[in-house]
């Protein structure tokens, strides 16, 4: 009997390909589309999207995209790259082949490039850590969507998120570790996870509890005591009520009640770009000192760090075991 093929589909949400008002409003626009994304009606969504959203926040987003631009390109997409390479290199007899949700690398081009390696079964790494329905469940409705055009689909191995798995906690715990060492141990240490509304969480979404899952997680592998830590959300997009607390109306807080030193990490992305980059490293800190505290330290996302690669060696390795 001919041995199973396995190949391996890592994705992430996608970035513009450019820095520029034009190609922001690209990305935007197919993102802003995705209804796990937002799931009002169209008849009312598409003429704000289209009319209001795109052109006031595309030049606006731009601006932001040009401050943290790295010389290879998008933050996302040269972290994504790296750890593509470097999973590769542990797998040197599994395909993996990189998607995006929104924009280039697409998934269906992904998706195409392990079909025609002859792939029996792709393990699908969305590299959201925490599951919430627009995000990791967005991408299985993308794989679905393209599978649905194929005579011949492959099987599939999902993995809903890794929010509790111990390399993961235990990557996190060592950057902070890392850190901690470098600047020195804070008066507070900040969890920022990317924030969705609360309607959604309402409706059955898991999400805050696997944020929770992980920062407790954490927090009991570094030996925090309760006042040493806190969990916020950012990121927060339009009018509708999201998940509280927010993490810029905290970070302005915390210098009030004697927090001076504050350290921020923000486990749910896989890897940096304009969120962590720009609204935490950036904007975050300047309401910090502005609030009157006087050092904070951005712990970088683990991008392709050993430990986090070799999480997704393990996390890849689990699922070929058990289809074994």
């Known amino acids: 009997m001919r041995q199973e093929k396995f190949g391996v589909l890592l994705v992430n949400l996608g970035t513009p390909e450019a820095p520029t008002s034009s190609a922001v409003k690209r990305y935007l626009a197919e993102f802003l589309s995705d209804k796990r994304v937002v799931d009002v009606s169209r008849l009312i969504w598409w003429p704000v999207l289209n009319g209001i959203i795109l052109p006031i926040r595309s030049p606006r987003v731009a601006k932001l995209y040009q401050s943290v631009w790295m010389d290879e390109g998008s933050p996302l997409m040269v972290y994504s790259r790296r750890q593509q390479a470097a999973l590769q290199a542990r797998l040197p007899n ?136 806190m969990m916020t959300y950012q990121s927060r997009f339009g009018r509708e009520q999201w998940l509280t607390p927010f993490t810029d109306k905290t970070i302005e807080q915390l210098p009030a009640k004697g927090v001076k030193h504050l350290q921020v990490i923000c486990p749910g992305f896989s890897a940096d770009c304009l969120e962590t980059l720009e609204e935490i490293k950036v904007q975050n800190k300047e309401f910090f000192i502005e609030a009157g505290g006087t050092q904070f330290e951005y712990i970088p996302a683990l991008n392709d760090d050993a430990l986090h690669i070799e999480l997704f060696y393990q996390l890849v390795m689990e699922q070929v075991a058990h289809s074994a």
Request: proline share 7%; net charge neutral.
């Open 94 to 229: 599994i395909p993996v082949e990189l998607g995006m949700s929104y924009g280039q690398p697409a998934l269906k081009s992904a998706i195409d490039k392990l079909h025609d390696a002859g792939v029996d079964r792709i393990i699908l790494l969305p590299l959201y850590p925490q599951y919430s329905c627009s995000t990791n469940a967005a991408v299985f409705d993308a794989v679905a969507r393209h599978f649905a055009q194929m005579r011949r689909i492959p099987s599939l191995n999902f993995i809903r998120d890794y929010a509790e798995h111990p390399a993961y906690i235990a990557a996190l715990s060592q950057t902070i570790k890392t850190s901690f060492a470098q600047h020195g141990e804070p008066d507070m240490l900040l969890f920022s996870f990317h924030g969705i509304p609360q309607r959604y969480a309402d409706q059955g979404d898991d999400y805050p509890l696997r944020c929770r899952a992980t920062t407790r997680a954490v927090a009991d592998a570094l030996g925090l005591s309760a006042e040493r830590y």
